[in-house]
């Protein structure tokens, strides 16, 4: 057994005892940190396991396991430094402070130093394993939203879920000034109302934005997953932000579009639509006789308006074009699925083809007529194409 003056011996201002708190302290800290980190989370998912109502205790111990460990890492290392004396007792520099009318000099060791950069640590910790709560009740409350019919409640959760955690940034920010710093958080808050005017001119766009996602949330002129059109950007709603909503378009990039814009422009709601329109003009021949033009618009209208899923049909003798007889369709597919809507169009492009093509006429393209006074070929006039005139 070691006689208990060995553990009374000093070397480098330290004791043998201090050491070996020292080394004992942090190794048992670093062996089970783990461990103890696992059977704390799921001590406090008993907090939360009515709130969940499905076995969601995988999840919360994944989100706060890391946070906890860093937690009792830091308090094992403090605790295990604060055994030693030397050098921490020795003075780094000196400050002055007004006692009274009295002007002191307070000097700062090295262990003075330690305390507020484990205390800013230690507090960071702590609001990091806040903040991996709030992810843990936003994702049990996606969970529940999914259930339900709503989209409101999966628009809603992503925003609740940014304000708490901005709210919580703050709140840890003006911890750390006044425990580690000891800033007069109260002094400071008062004068930040001084400069209030400043900074709310500072902010003026970024507080119309916030009220704009508010307005989002009230008047729901969409909700997460709607297919929208806004200042000529088309595609889905993915998020809606303090400041911005995502949306992704149908070349699959991200268009982050400011709150404000959203509700001061000309938004569409394209998912709240019954139908899908389609309209074209297409051109016939001049060689083309009345007759089979009246032809060629009836069978046009009598299959689509035969068509399952097509509504509102109407084809008609548009107008006559420099180089066309212009015929003008135009109907609605009801289908609202993107590819179903592009098979029966094919399928109606097609059969448009054929129609022309039975009734002896065909599609004219770009051609102009030159009228010449002497003869050319013994013909007195000659059908040439654009490109031969240029």
Known sequence: M???????????????????????????????????SKLLS????????????????????????????????????YLSINQLKHPLEAAVFHYSKLVGKTKEVIPVSIGDCVDRIFLFMIILSVFWIILRIIDFISHVLLFKASLTQNKSDDQLVPFLKELFKTLVIFIGFFTLLGFVFEVNVLTLITGLGIGGIAIALAAKESLENLIGSFTIFLDKPFVVGDLVKVDGVEGT??????????????EKTMATIPNRGMIDGVLENL???????????????????????????????????????????????????????????????????????????????????????????????PTQRLISDRPINNDHEKEVGNDAID
């Open 42 to 77: 799921k001590l406090l998912f008993r907090l939360f396991r009515s709130f969940s109502q499905q076995s969601h205790d995988a999840a919360f111990v994944s989100l706060l396991v890391k946070p906890i460990e860093t937690f009792i890492l830091l308090a094992t290392l």
């Open 237 to 250: 709603v993915e998020k809606v932000g303090f400041r911005s909503t995502r949306i992704r378009t149908a």
């Open 271 to 365: 998912s709240l639509r019954d139908s899908r329109k389609v309209n074209f003009i297409i051109g016939l021949t001049y060689e083309t006789t009345a007759e089979s033009v009246k032809n060629i618009i009836s069978e046009i209208e009598a299959y689509i308006n035969q068509k399952p899923g097509t509504v509102d049909v109407h084809a008609s003798f548009k107008s006559f074009g420099d180089s066309a007889l212009n015929i003008e369709i135009n109907y609605f597919i009801t289908n609202l699925d993107f590819n179903e809507f592009l098979r029966i169009r094919q399928e109606i492009n097609l059969e448009i083809m054929d129609i022309v093509m039975r009734n002896r006429s065909d599609f004219a393209y």
């Open 2 to 36: 070691l006689d208990s003056a060995f553990f009374e011996q000093v070397f480098w201002g330290n004791t043998v005892k201090a050491y070996s708190l020292f080394g004992g302290i942090l190794l048992f800290g670093l062996i089970f940190k783990r461990i103890f």
